[in-house]
């Protein structure tokens, strides 16, 4: 970020109106224009679009989301927020997402959806995992976190993720991502009335929009029909957002270099297992994950890295480890997804990266490795 963000946070700031307005409505037109979507709604988090989601699809207590354990806590904490149970299943190794052919097995009578990632930006299987879930009628919605500005080939045509081409993906603006309000999130569907149900639970259930009961000539009292959040997104994060969205394409095309300079880098380091990119799909690179040689202990690296002026983060959370799903989830079998959180390490990518600094990251993994 630069003055062209703190322009457009005090433009907001100076027109007297920072809450949910005319800024959060042009960022959700930009956005839906973006990614090529008939609707897009703007809330405060990726976590409570997740939720809100599966709220428009039908998820209720009682039934079963299939989804990935291998993903931050807020892809499972979505589920239970609406009383459903999630079902863990096992990621494909190289790309770090969802398997498709485990689907199947893990349908029950109680299954009403798929929640699927397009983990650290890699798009997932979007066309297998579509066939499984039509065929049982089950709803797919896309935990697309990480994935703004990613691309998938569908059809013979390259389109961006969130179209969307399940039922609904769900982005994040989290400063971790790779383009941000501070915190806020997305909704993309093609379906008008789950895109009209996530804008009315977003704001208390309220009847009738802060905007327009604050710019009607006559009185209008609101009513609260259905129990609804504080789901909403500011103007003052919507106008830094838009300034995001312009940057985004120049920011995806250099993350895409640098993983590309990544790969020439590290393919002779011996031991180094490097992310797969599939021939459908286009990464944002949001992140970029190693799996570590097996004769590494993954946080004896990291430190040796740290030692050295590396900062690295581990692999990816596994949620079926953690207290709150040991005993409240059900999985299936999920080495792959043990192995990628205990084996992998994320090394330091963003946009302003230098070959200087990228060969220093190559050499301080080398040596962390081999010491």
């Known amino acids: 970020m630069d003055d062209r963000e703190v322009a457009a946070a005090k433009r907001v700031i100076l027109s007297g109106w920072i809450t949910q307005g005319s800024e959060v409505a042009s960022f959700e037109r930009e956005f839906a224009a973006f990614v090529g979507s008939a609707h897009a709604c703007a809330v405060s988090s990726c976590t409570t679009a997740l939720h809100l989601a599966m709220l428009a699809v039908g998820v209720q207590s009682g039934d079963e989301v299939i989804t990935v354990s291998h993903s931050y806590i807020a892809t499972a904490n979505a589920i239970r927020y609406c009383g459903a149970t999630p079902v863990f299943i096992d990621i494909e190794p190289n790309t770090f997402n969802i398997d498709p052919t485990l689907i199947e097995r893990a349908v029950t009578n ?26 049982r009628s089950l709803r797919v919605v896309e935990d697309a976190a990480c994935a703004s500005g990613s691309e998938v080939l569908w059809q013979g045509d390259w389109e961006r993720v969130g179209r969307p081409h399940g039922d609904i993906a769900c982005f994040s603006f989290h400063p971790r991502k790779v383009m941000s309000t501070g915190d806020g999130g997305m909704i993309t569907t093609a379906n008008a009335n789950w895109d009209a149900q996530c804008r009315l639970l977003r704001q208390h259930g309220m009847s009738v929009a802060d905007t327009v009961r604050h710019g009607a000539s006559q009185v209008i009292f609101e009513s ?12 003052i994060q919507a106008a830094v957002g838009r300034e995001q969205l312009k940057r985004l394409p120049e920011v995806v095309q250099i993350r895409r270099a640098l993983a590309e300079r990544y790969r020439a880098l590290l393919s002779d380091v011996q031991g180094i297992g490097l992310p797969r990119e599939p021939e459908w799909a286009r990464s944002n690179w949001q992140s970029f994950c190693v799996r570590l040689p097996h004769h590494c202990d993954q946080r004896a690296v990291m430190q040796k890295m740290l030692d050295q002026g590396v900062a690295t983060r581990r692999g990816i959370m596994c949620s079926h480890r953690e207290p709150i799903y040991r005993e409240r989830s059900a999985h299936h079998p999920l080495p792959h997804s043990e192995a990628a959180q205990d084996q992998c390490a994320i090394l ?24």
Do not use: F, W
């Open 110 to 135: 109680r299954t009403r959806a798929v929640l699927c990632v397009h983990q650290m930006g890699m798009p997932c299987d979007l066309l297998a995992i579509l066939s499984v879930a039509r065929a």
């Open 224 to 235: 609260y029909p259905v129990l609804g959040y504080n789901y909403r997104m500011t103007d």
């Open 348 to 371: 330091p990518l963003y946009p302003q990266m230098t070959p200087e600094e990228q060969e220093q990251v190559v050499k301080a993994l080398e040596r962390a490795c081999t010491a």
